[in-house]
T-cell receptor, first 114, second 115 residues
Framework: KAGVTQTPRYLIKTRGQQVTLSCSPI?????VSWYQQTPGQGLQFLFE???????NKGNFPGRFSGRQFSNSRSEMNVSTLELGDSALYLC?????????????FGPGTRLTVT | AQTVTQSQPEMSVQEAETVTLSCTYD???????LFWYKQPPSRQMILVIR??????QNATENRFSVNFQKAAKSFSLKISDSQLGDTAMYFC????????????FGKGITLSVRP
């Protein structure tokens, strides 16, 4: 099986712009979670989607949003980018069958805001 | 809210030796999952091992094993016969059960394996 894929792998944006990141989960996985990784704050949960519905949300401002499509692919969007949004954004998928609590991570999208 | 603490920022071990990485957590829940993830330099996060809180037996995966002490809220990872490829950042993570489950990570520990 192919692993979790994320596109693009690298992005450079200017403050004030918006950005959309994409995540394709492992085939058969219906849950997709997003995390932000920074040197200062570590890994922080953004949100989780399951069956096209946001099931859980972390403590991030409304500028961070996401969605999930019927094929389980997910996108996250960050509007009005700030310098502090520079981070590695990780997507993880899980299978809600026999092992619902094991999350498998993609390679991440490294976003740099200048 | 759950918290995960990894108090050692860095560790170093000689190849072929054994090393233990520490992790403590805080939760009021009785049923949950604990994980160790490995993130090699510039490579993606890999699940190393998982432990269900309701299981008393410590999980093992080849050279990796855990010491799970539920009452003490401690979850350490032992790596036996360390290999150069074990050099990575290791994250301890907690997941609550239920519909609002999410991973809460510790700050991570950088492990270097010396040849």
């Amino acid at each position: 099986k192919a692993g979790v894929t994320q596109t693009p792998r690298y992005l450079i944006k200017t403050r004030g712009q918006q950005v959309t990141l994409s995540c394709s989960p492992i085939s058969g996985h219906r849950s997709v979670s997003w995390y932000q990784q920074t040197p200062g704050q570590g890994l922080q949960f953004l949100f989780e989607y399951f069956s096209e519905t946001q099931r859980n949300k972390g403590n991030f401002p409304g500028r961070f949003s996401g969605r999930q499509f019927s094929n389980s692919r997910s996108e996250m969007n960050v509007s009005t980018l700030e310098l502090g949004d520079s981070a590695l954004y990780l997507c993880a998928s899980s299978f809600t069958g026999t092992r619902p609590y094991e999350q498998y991570f993609g390679p991440g999208t490294r976003l740099t805001v200048t | 809210a759950q918290t995960v603490t990894q108090s050692q920022p860095e560790m170093s071990v000689q190849e072929a030796e054994t090393v233990t990485l520490s992790c403590t957590y805080d939760t009021s829940e009785n049923n949950y999952y604990l994980f160790w993830y490995k993130q090699p330099p510039s490579r993606q996060m890999i699940l190393v091992i998982r432990q269900e809180a309701y299981k008393q037996q410590n999980a093992t995966e080849n050279r990796f094993s855990v010491n799970f002490q539920k009452a003490a809220k401690s979850f350490s990872l032992k790596i036996s016969d360390s290999q150069l490829g074990d050099t990575a950042m290791y994250f301890c993570a907690f997941m609550n059960t239920g519909a609002n489950s999410k991973l809460t990570f510790g700050k991570g520990i950088t492990l270097s394996v010396r040849p």
